[in-house]
């Protein structure tokens, strides 16, 4: 069933989707939440070619999820790494939820392939849904208020 008029176009999840919507971007997205912040390393680990891989973090440095960031290893030219901006730590709790509901439903061969623990305490760090006052919300909980 399509979605009535005017929904698309004021939908967050729509525009997001716009921004980091594709497998290439959602990986290079769980990349940098776990460290990672050099080209080789995202092209390795996501296995996407590499003028993918430059496509896609060019793409996310222009969305503002990514910034570019000198570096330079001792007797080696000036080169780029690729950090989380602000906005991209804001991203952290989606690929958190992705992961988890990956570990609950999807079928990955050989298991779940890794766990995040908080640093902290070391417990398992996990998304939940909460509302502003810090309460639990289950879905049959949620009340949707149409602002337009």
């Not at 999840?13 to 460290?35: I, P, W």
């Not at 070619?49 to 990514?66: F, H, Q, Y």
Request: charged letters at 25%; glycine letters at 8%.
């Amino acid at each position: 069933m399509d979605a009535p008029t005017g929904v698309r176009e004021h939908c967050p999840v729509a525009a997001t989707l716009d921004l980091v919507g594709s497998r290439s971007s959602l990986l290079l997205m769980r990349e940098a939440a776990l460290g990672t912040r050099r080209f080789a390393d995202f092209a390795v680990r996501t296995g996407l070619s590499e003028p993918m891989t430059a496509r896609r973090l060019a793409e996310l440095v222009d969305a503002g999820l990514l910034a570019r960031a000198d570096y330079r290893e001792p007797g080696q030219r000036v080169r780029q790494e690729y950090r989380l901006t602000s906005s991209g730590v804001d991203f952290l709790p989606v690929i958190t939820a992705l992961r988890q509901w990956g570990d609950a439903h999807a079928d990955v061969p050989g298991g779940r392939p890794l766990r995040v623990d908080h640093a902290g305490c070391g417990a398992e760090v996990v998304a939940e849904v909460r509302c502003t006052a810090g309460h639990a919300v289950p879905p049959a909980e949620a009340v949707v208020t149409r602002l337009r």
